[in-house]
């Protein structure tokens, strides 16, 4: 045996190392012992006692374990109270208070065991210990209000109201929550000593300075039937807070109260009170109440007042936001002016026009520049005032950076105010500065226009020519001039002014122009000056409009012969062939269309015919859609005119049209051909079928 070597056990190998599929947390061990009651112990079996010695060692044991557990953790109240609670579940009162006692010595400030402490002595009837603790309790912990709530309560369960009220009083002089207070309160309601209630609410209101608590004050003296108490309290309050913490809620419950008691202008005058000396960011609700009184009980002066105080407010916030919310400014000047005063108004244009647009641009200064024409507006019609009206105008001249841009309103308003103020040359010289400064179209037509109404002609023609010298193209001018001239009588010079406008190079609008030219040589009754004006339009273009506009000159004009009809038809001839040599189209159409009208209208039907010969007829081509850059995008359909004279000049088209007709009747008549021999043919096969079977037979 000892020769033999001892072997080992043979240890298996672990052939696959990987964690299993399914992994179990401790937590799930837990959850299946707790499921399975692996931990719970029977309960241990109950013991009857029949003997005083068996009480008395069941006794010594419990007592034994107790003092076991505070001698190891005499911090933890726990022990000591179910120590306390299980001596007097034996009915050993005074050891249980002994107990609590060796507690209050281990932790004196601990609310519960006061609490359990003399919960035990009212359980038993032991009202003096109880009040004692009490006593105790609040002595040393004065700020836990649940002492005093149980020691006041259990003063009046046993109705000794006064040692009540001197636990109240006590109580009083720490100045507790306000919850506290209203408990005393409602403490001297129950028994009806409403004096000993306002005194209370006095000292309340004065240790707790809220609006609410004022508020709950009054409603006292409301109930109670005080109304003129409740006023006064009211009207401390107001003068308690004085105007810097003043609050809406107090003059709202104020008015409020004023109004139960039918007291409406009371009310109103403290709701206006309130909106004076409340700032605006905090009377919201405040105007909702007002206006709520107003349309109940107001007249229509009092809802409109009300309705004008919210907007302004509103206008006010969005100005404060916004300052260059000019919209916002007209509407509140708007508002202000229909109040009527004059200070405010002015203050409220002054405080508008401080916001300057913060750019040079002038689409901003749009809006803002009414606001000048407003405030001289009102200050001239309204408040007639006519140095400080000179003196805004001058004022919004100067704030306008004129090298940049300007308005040409200002200049002409401030010139027309100057004439009604009968300052006809201080107006003078503010056009001549402005047009000096920053010329513009409007400003000479204003000047020219202002120069007219006071009959100073030779001023209107010196004008014109710095305004033609300013602005040459300009065509309305020119014919405005010439209209001067005529109404004047001076035709020779109209007709020169009109000379020398054609005969500018460039023109913005010379087909008006050219109308006005021609429209004043015909009311001359020049008919040949106006047909030689239209022959040299002609030669400058070859516009559709222009020919149809001579044709029917023609066919008005005064003619010795009367060769009217002939001489536009002419017209309609010469236009035809122009129209055709310069290939447009269109133009062409509408040239025939109205020269289809004319015939048509002068009744002779063998030119009617000729004209509608070389009426066009209307086809649909198409052609290749090609981009900016060159690309070609497909095709597009297109409708093009063709008419019959260009197609006989053009022999090609009609090869082409012949040479498709010809087709078109071959491919006819291939087609009857086929028929024909195809018949031919089924008629040979039954001859060649009867005969077949007749040789049978």
């Not at 006041?152 to 507790?176: I, K, S």
């Not at 602005?471 to 020119?478: D, K, L, Q, R």
């Not at 090609?626 to 297109?638: K, L, N, Q, T």
Request: proline residues 3%; hydrophobic residues 35%; contains cysteine.
């Amino acid at each position: 045996m000892d020769g033999k070597t001892t072997k080992m056990p043979k240890v298996a190998k672990v052939k696959n190392k990987a964690p299993a599929e399914i992994q179990i947390t401790a937590e799930q061990l837990l959850r299946e012992a707790k499921e399975r009651d692996l931990e719970i112990l029977p309960p241990p079996p109950k013991q009857k006692i029949s003997d005083p010695e068996e009480l008395r060692d069941y006794q010594h044991r419990k007592r034994k374990a107790f003092e076991d557990n505070i001698r190891k953790n005499r911090l933890v109240i726990g022990n000591w109270l179910k120590y306390a609670q299980w001596e007097e579940s034996q009915k050993q009162v005074q050891r249980a208070r002994s107990i609590y006692e060796r507690a209050l010595d281990v932790d004196h400030r601990n609310v519960t065991l006061w609490l359990k402490y003399t919960e035990m002595e009212m359980r038993n009837r032991q009202v003096n210990h109880a009040r004692n603790l009490w006593d105790r309790a609040v002595t040393i912990l004065p700020r836990v209000s649940q002492f005093w709530y149980k020691y006041t309560y259990m003063e009046e369960m046993l109705e000794n109201v006064a040692g009540a009220r001197q636990v109240f009083e006590r109580w009083m002089e720490w100045q507790p929550d306000e919850q506290a207070w209203q408990t005393y309160i409602n403490f001297e309601l129950r028994y009806k000593e409403l004096e000993r209630a306002r005194d209370i609410y006095k000292r309340f209101v004065m240790v707790h300075p809220d609006v609410k608590n004022w508020i709950k004050y009054a409603k006292f003296e409301e109930n109670h039937g005080f109304v003129n108490g409740a006023r006064k309290v009211f009207e401390q309050a107001v003068e308690f807070f004085g105007d810097e913490e003043l609050d809406e809620r107090l003059f709202i419950a104020f008015a409020k109260f004023e109004e139960n008691q039918k007291e409406h202008d009371r009310a109103r005058v403290i709701y206006k009170y309130a909106l004076d000396h409340i700032p605006k960011d905090r009377n919201k609700e405040l105007y909702k109440a007002y206006t709520i009184h107003e349309k109940k009980y107001g007249d229509r002066s009092g809802i409109e007042d009300v309705i004008v105080n919210k907007r302004k407010y509103m206008y006010e916030q969005e100005v404060i936001e916004n300052p260059t919310n000019y919209d916002a400014w007209f509407d509140y000047i708007r508002l202000v002016e229909n109040e009527g005063n004059i200070d405010n108004i002015r203050d409220t244009y002054e405080r508008a026009i401080a916001n300057v647009p913060p750019s040079k641009d002038k689409q901003f200064w749009r809006r803002y520049i009414y606001l000048w024409i407003n405030y001289a507006l009102y200050e001239e019609l309204e408040a007639e005032d006519i140095e400080r009206t000179r003196q805004v105008y001058r004022t919004c001249l100067e704030l306008i950076p004129h090298k940049i841009f300007t308005f040409s309103k200002i200049w002409l308003m401030y010139a027309q105010f100057e004439v009604r103020c009968k300052e006809l040359k201080q107006a003078r010289k503010t056009l001549g500065m402005a047009l000096g400064m920053c010329p513009r179209n409007k400003l000479y037509r204003g000047y020219i226009d202002l120069e007219i109404q006071l009959r100073e002609f030779d001023r209107c023609r010196i004008l014109y020519q710095k305004f033609l010298e300013y602005g040459p193209e300009n065509c309305m001018t020119w014919i405005k001039f010439a209209e001067l001239e005529t109404l004047l009588g001076d035709i020779d010079r109209a007709r020169a002014i009109y000379e020398i406008a054609v005969g500018q190079p460039r023109l913005d609008m010379p087909e008006i122009l050219w109308k006005s030219f021609i429209d004043f040589e015909v009311a001359q009754g020049e008919t040949e000056r106006a047909r030689q004006l239209y022959e040299r339009l002609l030669e400058r273009t070859v516009h559709v409009k222009v020919w149809l506009s001579y044709a029917k000159f023609e066919l008005n004009a005064e003619n010795a012969d009367n060769m009217n009809v002939d001489l536009a038809r002419r017209v309609y001839e010469r236009a035809n062939d122009s129209l055709r040599s310069a290939g447009e189209k269109e133009s062409r159409v509408l040239l025939l269309e109205a020269w289809k009208d004319f015939e048509t209208e002068i009744g002779d039907e063998i030119k009617l015919e000729k004209v509608l010969t070389k009426m066009p007829r209307r086809v649909k081509k198409r052609q290749k859609i090609v981009s900016e850059g060159g690309i070609e995008e497909g095709w597009e359909e297109v409708f093009d005119y063709i008419f019959p004279e260009d197609e006989m000049v053009r022999p090609n088209l009609k090869l082409l049209a012949a040479a498709k007709q010809w087709r078109k009747h071959k491919e006819i008549s291939d087609t009857e051909s086929g028929v024909n021999s195809t018949s031919e043919q089924q008629e040979q096969q039954q001859t060649k079928t009867v005969s077949e079977e007749n040789d049978d037979n």
